[in-house]
């Protein structure tokens, strides 16, 4: 008998014991997978400070590259016509050529600013439009002089309702149609398509016939200041900005962008949640 309960009290502390280092070892698995997880995310905290430091440096690097050209020549032209006595033609035709840079500068400014709040989280300002195609054939009217100067034209398919702000749609529709517009090939017609789904959603696109962007650009197409070799001819009349500006417009309306480059035709734009289309 005592033996017995000799080895029953033995088998109590075994079995006391095998339950002290399981919860033991949970508790150091738990600890040891807590500490992992700190880890990884402090590892994801530096990589995204780093990605932060950089994208702020190659920011602040842009805005001065495009800041400065137009400031050196402002600078230069103003000093030149102080240099000398100068008629009032001559003066006249020199505050022309400065209102015109310092145009750009505050283009650049203001598309800066919006870009800004818009990063902050403002949202777009809607009101009900009963008919996008009809503020697309505006903005495709405001563009027909330097689409005739290209030596292409627009064709529109499509409609759609709801509520946008239809300020910022125009400003993104113009950028996409200004780029279509700066590649497309001479004589060939730039495609604008609206399609609108069962729930609402738009798709707003620019199709334009021309060079092929190669797809490792595509990715970074909407980056703010980000210009694919090509575009580099263009960099007078384009700051590098219009297409984070759809990017925004397309956050801001609960959308997303897009883009497409392969044989031969290019198609870019971008999909928006509207409210009470169908009401």
């Known amino acids: 008998r005592n033996y017995l309960l000799m080895l029953l009290v033995i088998i109590t502390m075994l079995i006391v014991a095998c339950a002290l280092a399981i919860k033991a070892y949970v508790a150091r698995t738990r600890i040891n997978r807590q500490r992992k997880e700190s880890m990884r995310q402090q590892r994801q905290m530096t990589e995204d400070m780093a990605r932060m430091t950089q994208t702020q440096h190659q920011f602040f690097t842009n805005v001065s590259h495009e800041l400065r050209t137009p400031l050196a020549t402002l600078i230069g032209e ?161 700051h590098g900005l219009g297409l984070a500006i759809v990017a925004a417009t397309a956050r801001m309306h609960g959308g997303a962008t897009f883009a497409r480059s392969a044989a031969g035709t290019t198609s870019v734009g971008l999909t928006m949640t509207v409210m009470d289309c169908l009401s």
């Open 78 to 238: 103003t000093e030149l016509a102080l240099s000398r006595q100068r008629d009032v033609a001559e003066l006249r035709d020199v505050l022309g050529s400065n209102l015109e840079d310092l145009q750009l500068l505050a283009g650049l400014v203001n598309d800066m600013l919006f870009l800004s709040r818009a990063d902050r989280g403002e949202r777009a300002r809607r009101h009900r439009v009963d008919s996008l195609a009809e503020l697309v054939s505006e903005v495709i009217e405001f563009h027909e002089a330097s689409m005739q100067e290209a030596g292409v034209t627009a064709r529109l398919r499509g409609d759609g309702m709801g509520t946008v702000d239809a300020g910022l749609v125009r400003r993104a529709l113009s950028n996409l149609l200004a780029n279509a517009t700066r590649f497309a090939e001479r004589g060939s017609v730039i495609e604008i398509d609206i399609k609108q789904d069962a729930d609402g959603r738009i798709c707003l696109s620019v199709s334009n016939t021309g060079p092929v962007i190669p797809p490792e650009h595509l990715p970074r197409l909407f980056d703010r200041f980000y210009r694919v070799d090509g575009a580099r001819e263009h960099r007078d009349h384009n």
